[in-house]
């Protein structure tokens, strides 16, 4: 069977094979992003800290260069070890604000599986066809 792209018919045996072509030339692309950009965070990371150090060790919260302005912050992130606890406190105290508003897609579809007649209000499904492709060894 030949398929036609941008005009050119080529056969599927073919289209396979520049599919695979393609994938390896991203997969190389994105190699040399990655290893490049974690130099470069790293390098930044470095002059954060530097930065940290110096308005530490001045007193100051912020500084102010012709190039920007820098200043520092306390950033708290928050987490729990202890899900039933965590999940018994926040029915106690009414606090589902707690949690962030996203569903766990692996449990909601094994619950419809599981319970078909019981749809929950407001659920949206978004279905779409995808194409699995691997590579012949």
């Known amino acids: 069977m030949d398929v036609s792209i941008e005009g050119s018919t080529l056969p599927i045996d073919k289209l396979t094979k520049v599919f ?7 997969e190389a ?33 912020s500084g102010k260069t012709e190039a920007g302005t820098f200043y520092r912050s306390v950033k708290q992130r928050y987490w729990t070890n202890d ?3 965590m999940h018994k406190f926040i029915l106690e105290e009414q606090v589902p604000e ?10 909601v579809k094994q619950f419809l599986e599981d319970n078909p007649d019981k749809l929950p209000k407001g659920l949206n499904v978004d279905s779409e066809y995808v194409l699995t492709m691997r590579k012949s060894k």
Do not use: C, N, P, Y
């Open 29 to 61: 692309l994105k190699a040399a992003f990655d290893s490049e950009d974690r130099e470069l965070e790293q390098k930044q990371a470095k002059i954060k800290a530097v930065l940290l150090d110096h308005l530490k060790a001045t007193g100051q919260k």
């Open 83 to 85: 899900w039933e606890s």
């Open 20 to 26: 695979f072509k393609i994938k390896t030339k991203r």
């Open 98 to 107: 707690f949690f962030e508003k996203r569903l766990h897609q692996g449990a």
